[in-house]
């Protein structure tokens, strides 16, 4: 049986757990949370949750940790997790694009032998794009396109007049560490193409607010040995929160169902 501790309790983790409750090979067992909000996190993720505080709180038969809360957890908790010698599950790739913190989730993992899974969260072809970077890629590019509500709050209000678009406008040119960078709320889907990719200087990416379109856009170009393919999706949000990509959650879904299949793709 898997036993898996959650951080965050939000729509993500909300989602990921009402999909696993009735898997008898699966349990949710634990979840990281601050001080102060236990009740709340088990409120939503069901009294069968123990929450704790403190990384040192969870279990040592742990399968591994999924990071269901963000950029922020990531930060605080995942150097100390992988130092217990716990695998962590993640969607915040674009917090990589710091390199400095890169660097001490990578040495946390080296000296604990745990491994740190990046998950291809609200983009798709992604095992396409990592086997092609095996033969070796010349040129990849991604164009995020997200309706205005999307930027809202972003580095995009400095550079375009959101309320006032009448027509698609690009806030954003340059590399996907740039973008990660600027746009912590926004880019994972860009660092999470240029780590499977050609790297995060490497990539091109482009961000357009466009108040014609009610959905996310992601479209992938790659170049390289292997020939060329344009991956597009457009994504639909969680029904709970309209911030949270519903493809986000499933991936996290599907890592852990793949944990314990007998056969698995990929």
């Not at 040192?56 to 997790?81: E, K, M, N, Y």
């Not at 959101?162 to 746009?183: D, K």
């Not at 309209?242 to 499933?250: E, G, Y």
């Amino acid at each position: 049986m898997l036993k898996i501790a959650l951080i965050g309790y939000g729509t993500i983790a909300g989602y990921v757990a009402d999909q696993l409750r009735d898997r008898s090979e699966v349990q949710i067992t634990q979840v990281l949370c601050r001080s102060g909000r236990e009740d709340a996190a088990r409120q939503a993720l069901g009294t069968a949750v123990i929450p704790v505080t403190d990384v040192q709180a969870l279990s040592d038969d742990l399968s591994f940790v999924v990071d269901c809360a963000g950029h922020g957890a990531l930060r605080q908790f995942g150097p100390d997790i992988l130092s217990r010698g716990l695998d962590l599950v993640t969607v915040s790739n674009g917090l990589l694009a710091d390199q400095n913190m890169k660097d001490q989730l990578e040495a946390s993992a080296r000296r604990a032998g745990s491994k740190l899974h990046l998950l291809s969260g609200a983009v798709g072809g992604m095992d396409a794009l990592a086997a092609a970077s095996a033969g070796g890629l010349t040129r990849v590019v991604y164009t995020g396109r997200k309706p205005v509500a999307g930027w809202r709050g972003t580095a995009a209000e400095d550079v375009v007049a959101l309320e006032s678009l009448t027509e698609a406008a690009v806030h954003f040119e340059g590399t996907a560490r740039e973008a990660a960078l600027r746009y912590p709320k926004n880019a994972n889907v860009a660092a999470t193409i240029a780590l499977a990719g050609i790297g995060l200087d490497q990539t091109e990416v482009k961000l357009i607010a466009d108040p014609g379109i009610q959905k996310n856009c992601h479209q992938v170009e790659a170049e390289g040995a292997f020939g060329r393919f344009t991956f597009t999706i457009e994504g639909e949000p969680l029904p709970k929160n309209d911030k949270s990509s519903a493809l986000t959650a499933m991936s996290v879904v599907r890592f852990i169902e793949q944990r314990e299949a007998p056969v698995q793709i990929g």
